[in-house]
């Protein structure tokens, strides 16, 4: 059974730090990219962070880079995004998902539960 546990989330002011960590079970989790993507109330949902469990590399929004930083555990079959200096506008379910880097770009094709972050001004 596939599954993704996201958990990490929760009450920051602004200016602090949250760490949020996705485990993966149920696929080869070398053959996949991971990414964080977060849904702010009343807003649609969009990417936030990525990485390639096959070379490693990574992506980040624009509204996250300098402050956001994305790993992998390949032994735990973890990866975690280490948010820093966080922001109001952060506030958001965070969710995280797999995508099978071998068939080239296209949906993500497992989705975890959300986990809700919220900061404080």
């Known amino acids: 059974e596939v599954q993704l546990q996201a958990s990490g989330g929760g009450l920051a002011q602004a200016g602090g730090s949250l760490r949020l960590s996705c485990t993966a079970s149920?696929?080869?989790?070398?053959?996949?990219?991971i990414g964080w993507f977060r849904q702010a109330p009343g807003k649609v949902t969009k990417g936030v962070s990525c990485?390639?469990?096959?070379?490693?590399?990574?992506y980040y929004a624009d509204s996250v880079k300098d402050r956001f930083i994305i790993s992998r555990d390949i032994v735990e079959n973890t990866v975690t995004l280490q948010m820093n200096n966080l922001k109001p506008e952060d506030t958001a379910v965070y969710y995280c998902?797999?995508?099978?880097?071998?068939?080239?770009?296209?949906?993500?094709?497992?989705w975890g539960q959300g986990t809700l972050v919220t900061v404080s001004s």
């Open positions: 998902a797999a995508d099978y880097v071998l068939d080239g770009p296209g949906d993500y094709d497992y």
């Open positions: 149920g696929f080869s989790f070398d053959d996949y990219a």
């Open positions: 990485i390639n469990n096959r070379d490693g590399s990574t």
